[in-house]
T-cell receptor, first 114, second 110 residues
Framework: KAGVTQTPRYLIKTRGQQVTLSCSPI?????VSWYQQTPGQGLQFLFE???????NKGNFPGRFSGRQFSNSRSEMNVSTLELGDSALYLC?????????????FGPGTRLTVL | GQNIDQPTEMTATEGAIVQINCTYQ??????LFWYQQHAGEAPTFLSY????GLEEKGRFSSFLSRSKGYSYLLLKELQMKDSASYLC???????????FGKGTKLSVIP
């Protein structure tokens, strides 16, 4: 079974631009969560989608948004990029039951904002 | 809110045993996870505890005490490839949101 895939793997943008990252979950998984990882803050939860609906949201500004499609693929968007948005963005997929499921992570997208 | 603490760095010798501790204070609890993350790679799932006690999986074991807000990951027969960061994460009730500790960077030396 193929794992979680993320595209692109690396991205360089400048301040003020916007960026869209993509995540394809493991086949059969319906939940996708997004995390930001930085050396200073570690892994921080952004949001989680299930059946095209956002179920949970972390404490990030409105510049961070996401969506999920009917095939469970998900995208996240960051508008008006800031230097501090430079990070590894990870998505994780799971089947859909928050009481029991394990999240499996993709390889991440390394975003550098100049 | 949630607060998760784990040591920043540890060093251990190849072939030895190492225990990585994690303490947590959370407003709800529905499971504790351990992930391994090699530099530049994605976290990979190691173990999951939701009830008190020890879960053993090969060279890796994880323990949980919910009353003490405490968990540890035990790695036996250390190998050089075990050099990585180990992340402790707690899941709140009915949510997919995982709150992670900052991670423990383990260095295995010959």
């Amino acid at each position: 079974k193929a794992g979680v895939t993320q595209t692109p793997r690396y991205l360089i943008k400048t301040r003020g631009q916007q960026v869209t990252l993509s995540c394809s979950p493991i086949s059969g998984h319906r939940s996708v969560s997004w995390y930001q990882q930085t050396p200073g803050q570690g892994l921080q939860f952004l949001f989680e989608y299930f059946s095209e609906t956002q179920r949970n949201k972390g404490n990030f500004p409105g510049r961070f948004s996401g969506r999920q499609f009917s095939n469970s693929r998900s995208e996240m968007n960051v508008s008006t990029l800031e230097l501090g948005d430079s990070a590894l963005y990870l998505c994780a997929s799971s089947r859909g039951d928050p009481s029991t499921d394990t999240q499996y992570f993709g390889p991440g997208t390394r975003l550098t904002v100049l | 809110g949630q607060n998760i603490d784990q040591p920043t760095e540890m060093t251990a010798t190849e072939g030895a045993i190492v225990q990585i501790n994690c303490t947590y204070q959370t407003s709800g609890f529905n499971g504790l996870f351990w992930y391994q993350q090699h530099a530049g790679e994605a976290p990979t799932f190691l173990s999951y505890n939701v009830l008190d006690g020890l879960e053993e999986k090969g060279r890796f074991s994880s323990f949980l005490s919910r009353s003490k807000g405490y968990s540890y990951l035990l790695l036996k027969e250390l190998q050089m490839k075990d050099s990585a960061s180990y992340l402790c994460a707690v899941r709140a009730d009915g949510s997919y949101q995982l709150t992670f500790g900052k991670g423990t960077k383990l260095s295995v030396i010959p």
